[in-house]
């Protein structure tokens, strides 16, 4: 019986795709080939081929380094320019300033946290990037009342490391074995919660998913929308 829900930010209660697809299709237009597909770019820049935000998420790279190497390693597929610290810096102030444009909360988000205050079931945020950064994100989309419980900073290592799951939990004072948490990847988020001893989610958007994505881990649930949270409270 789930008696507590913790939930990622990006990708699950906010359509981090859309705001990054806003803000490539600026750096395809600024920098990249005419020819560049845009939904291949946005693919690129998601599948994060070289591994550099996870290396960011196990505390071995700063936040500016890995996105620049992501910068650079999608202009040298498309045809952008080389980008050196100078020119990083005003590549980063476009990228950053259409991405925060682009921030919305999924239409199912809202309808979600109402039904769980209805139903009195606690919730809160665990999440890969920076708790400041990701409490303006959460207020942009209009769902500020979700507390914002352990980020990237918390322990300088994120998910899947078991630490900032059981963090959430003692946070929100509820047990790892009736907490379930929810995010949109298998591996990292369902799998992850899994092995800290919670029960994973894989919320597997249709039409979203990132290379590599294929199945749940075993124990762990999948669903395609939110609102099939509540399923597992019943
Ligand atoms: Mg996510």
Redesign the pocket.
Known sequence: MIEAILL?????LVD?RGAFRHALLRVADEYLDAGADPEEVLAHWRDDRGGWYRAHTRGEMTHREQRMRRANDLHATFGGPALDHEAYDIWDEGFERHFREGWRAFDDSAALLDALDERGIPYGAVSNADSAYQVLKLAACGIQRVPMLVGVDTFGVGKPDERVFHEGCRLLTVDSPTTAYI???PDL?AGGAQRAGLHGVWLDRPGTRRAGHGEAPAGTSRIEGLLEVLDLLS
Do not use: F, N
Not at 8 to 12: A, E, G, S
């Open positions: 990622d930010i990006d990708d699950t981090t995010g949109d990847e988020d």
